[in-house]
């Protein structure tokens, strides 16, 4: 068997675990929780802020390059494998691999994504929140004559079937209805950070409704802020509309 192999690059705080949670209602499909995350967190100044980043790092394989080639391009056991990566987990690693994989951009507006990742990483700055390699990494999948498709949280859960309908089509696996709905409660494919960052995704039993985020956005992020906006306005342009 050959899998195709599709990995979800996204940024924090935008709904990829439901996704995630999503792709494994499929009859066809295995779901991976962000296997380059020890290798991110070892390699990188984020392991001494990143809640639970010891443990993390105790439990899973901290060589990107090893991931790569015995997990994502080495898996074959179900006919679609979903890997949930960050975009910016791909620190320092060889992109070649990216020719081999269906690949597939997530993001959502960082006046909502922002505030929501600080209650967890206090100082964010432009390197954990991803928005400048989701551009770096849509530039690279181009020069190899690739045209990933783009997801944006907000257009996903105002119209959950429609996008993941064109989605699928975009990635040539067919759509199911059961994409839509999950039993509530964790998963076993969940990583071992899911109590510092799954709770509202274990309390769900599909994709909520969008709401649009109501409390004056924090002074102390609005720098940060400024950073993300072109990066995120580019992106937004090519999303799949609701």
Known sequence: MSSKKI???????????????????????????????????????????????????????NDGEIVVRELILGFDSSPVAFFKHMTHHLFNLKLGFLSETVNVLLTRDPLEMLPSYAVNVEKPTLQDVGYQQHIELLEYLQSIGQTPP?????????????????????????????????????????????????????????????????EPFPEALKPLLEECQPYYERLSQLAIQA
């Open 7 to 61: 990995c979800l690059w996204s940024g924090p705080r935008n709904i990829s675990t439901a996704l995630m949670y999503s792709f494994a209602q499929r009859n066809d499909c295995q779901v991976f929780d962000e296997p380059l995350y020890a290798h991110y967190l070892s390699k990188t100044p984020a392991k001494a802020y990143h809640p639970g980043a010891d443990e993390v790092i105790a439990k899973m394989e």
């Open 150 to 214: 783009v997801l944006d949280s907000k257009q996903i859960l105002l119209n959950p079937k429609k996008v993941l309908s064109e989605l699928c089509a975009r990635v040539g696996i067919d759509f199911q209805d059961a994409m839509l709905q999950w039993e509530a409660g964790a998963r076993t494919e969940d990583g071992c950070w899911a109590k510092y960052w799954y709770k509202s995704v274990h309390q769900s039993t599909g994709f909520g409704e969008y709401v649009r985020k109501t």
